[in-house]
């Protein structure tokens, strides 16, 4: 016993001798020493995916940072002869362009048009490639597969104004494709102003944004896919689990967390409609004077009002509007997803 309350005390002096060593600022020095030349020797041996990484930090910086100096525009009454120091010289006005916005005749009907665009794509869009990657992992012959795969997401590369073109050859008037395919037959007497009816161009601005968006974010669900474990279909199939049993209770839970982070994503950006094809370019290319009433969103009215009349404070003041609504948004819906899956984008 005493051997073992020496040896323990003994033990207890070495514990105490290294703490005091570690706490020594020469010990601590050139651990410090010591550990900046590892760092230095780790940048030096990662210097080529360093640079390409500061690059983008400083592109990052000049076109998404330091362009936020133009937000005091929205509370300014600026004018472009002022040039860039006009943003921070220029007469303050507070909130005078957000309450001009709000008493705008036009404010409800393009707040109605941008939340209806948006919801219904997010609606109507989001499902289908999640819908889509579900069969594609079922099919087991796999160049069909990969040639479906490749087909479905080269829209995504397609200009807008290439996707207008092929709109307007396929629905316009009396030249397009479809109505001059139904006249024909016999279905319809006159042409369906598929371009010039405002009813039509919710459904329309949907449908293209579908055909162009599916694939692109089926290749992100196809790839969480691949990511389940292999054993799980293997224990659900000698449990007796059909086709529609194991996706069902294996492949959705196991892309959970993947749905939820681009369904954050898409609700952030719900305004503008990023991740299910842009408004703007589709309001812009397809709205014209006959289907105002339903194609004049807040980007499109926000870019007539600053470009082309040059009224810039009141465009940021839109601009700014709708950032800070995309900024609630994708906060809400990011910790709403925390507190009901567990899963969430930060």
Not at 25 to 53: C, M, N
Not at 62 to 83: C, E, N, Q, R, W
Not at 213 to 237: C, H, K, N, R
Not at 238 to 258: E, N
Request: proline share 3%; hydrophobic share 50%.
């Amino acid at each position: 016993m005493a051997a073992v309350s020496n040896y323990c005390g003994f033990g207890k002096e070495r514990k105490a001798l290294s703490a005091e060593l570690k706490q020594s600022p020469l010990i601590t020095a050139s651990s410090q020493s010591a550990s900046s030349g590892s760092v230095w020797r780790r940048l030096k041996k990662e210097k080529y995916p360093q640079i390409f990484v500061w690059i983008g930090i400083l592109l990052l910086v000049i076109f998404h940072f330091l362009p936020l100096f133009g937000i005091l525009m929205a509370f300014k009454d600026y004018s472009v002869t002022d040039g860039i120091r006009g943003i921070f010289t220029s007469p303050w006005v507070g909130f005078k362009y957000f309450e001009e916005f709000y008493n705008d005749y036009q404010f409800h009907n393009i707040v109605r048009n941008t939340l209806a665009l948006s919801l219904l794509k997010l609606v109507f869009t989001f499902p289908v490639p999640i819908l889509f990657a579900l069969m594609l992992n079922e099919v087991r012959i796999h160049w069909f597969k990969r040639a479906v795969q490749t087909v479905s997401y080269l829209p995504h590369f397609i200009s807008w104004v290439v996707v207008y073109g092929f709109i307007v050859v396929f629905l316009s008037g009396e030249s397009g494709m479809v109505n001059h395919f139904l006249m024909s037959v016999g279905i319809i007497d006159e042409p369906i102003g598929f371009l010039t009816n405002p009813d039509h161009f919710w459904g329309l601005a949907v449908g293209s944004a579908i055909w162009k968006e599916m694939g692109w974010w089926t290749i992100i669900f196809l790839a969480a896919v691949s990511g389940i474990d292999p054993s799980l279909y293997e224990a659900a199939q000698i449990d007796g689990a059909g086709r529609l049993s194991r996706i069902w209770h294996v492949t959705l839970p196991g892309i959970k967390g993947t749905i939820v982070v681009v369904l954050i994503l898409a609700l952030g950006s719900l305004l503008g409609g990023g991740l299910v094809g842009s408004n703007f370019e589709q309001a812009f290319l397809l709205g014209n004077p006959l289907n105002a009433d339903k194609s004049e969103i807040l980007q499109t009215y926000a870019f007539r009002m600053g470009l082309a009349q040059g009224r810039y404070s009141f465009a940021t003041a839109i601009d700014l509007i709708q950032s800070v609504i995309s900024i609630v948004l994708i906060l809400s819906s990011n910790f709403i997803a925390k507190k009901t899956t567990q899963s969430g984008l930060f």
